[in-house]
């Protein structure tokens, strides 16, 4: 199944930058694909759905470039796929390891408008060698980053699930962390800013109950 989720994994981040524009790169859209491919569908689109509020809440403005919410939602469906049957705080656990991947995975992006900016100056007039180029490189740059970041999301997930909390803490912890979360999202501050807060709030909930 790897080479198929690298297929889609390359799918996605082309149908979010560069081509199809179809909208199966949205969060609820990727979990749903995953979770009927690979089962588990009802913990994915519970994950789709946290992902999709993330990106609605984090809106682009100008040449910014939002969080790259196709990769959470792609990361947490593999893993809680191939978790199979899961409680609310190994969800939790997914969850948390997928968003804090997102910002570097959402960097990468930055990377790849340069190097499309790059040859766009050395080809001003081959509009369509950049089109491609530009379909290509965002087609790899899901294959890799969303695959290896995917990789770690597992990796966190095995090797942290089980310090989780029981259920009364995950729906207090939950409830605190989406009020802090709406309101991070006006917080004129940088996207680093905003990992360290969420980590340290994560830490600390994990601490006091």
């Not at 990769?71 to 705080?89: D, E, K, N, P, R």
């Not at 740059?141 to 310090?163: D, E």
């Not at 729906?171 to 605190?176: A, D, G, Q, S, T």
Request: a neutral charge.
């Amino acid at each position: 199944m790897i080479p198929a989720y690298a297929l889609l994994a390359g799918i996605f981040a082309m149908d979010r930058t560069t081509a199809f524009n179809f909208a199966i790169s949205r969060p609820f859209a990727v979990s749903a694909i995953i979770g009927l491919m690979c089962g588990n569908l009802e913990w994915c689109l519970i994950g789709g759905v946290f992902f999709e509020l993330i990106g609605l809440m984090d809106l682009p403005v100008g040449t910014r470039i939002p969080s790259d919410d196709t990769f959470g939602a792609f990361a947490y469906s593999l893993v809680a796929a191939q978790a199979g049957t899961i409680t609310l705080t190994q969800a939790l656990c997914i969850i948390i390891a997928a968003f804090i991947i997102m910002f570097p995975v959402t960097y990468s992006a930055y990377l790849l408008r340069r190097i499309n900016a790059s040859f766009q100056d050395k080809y001003p007039d081959r509009e369509g060698l950049l089109i491609l180029i530009g379909q290509i490189f965002s087609f790899l740059r899901g294959v890799l980053f969303y695959g290896i970041g995917a990789a770690l999301c597992y990796f966190f997930y095995a090797v942290f699930h089980t310090f989780f909390p029981p259920l009364p803490n995950f729906v207090l912890i939950v409830f605190l962390a989406a009020i802090c979360g709406y309101f991070m999202a006006y917080f004129n501050i940088i996207i680093w800013e905003k990992l360290i807060l969420f980590v340290a709030g994560g830490v600390i909930s994990w601490l006091l109950f």
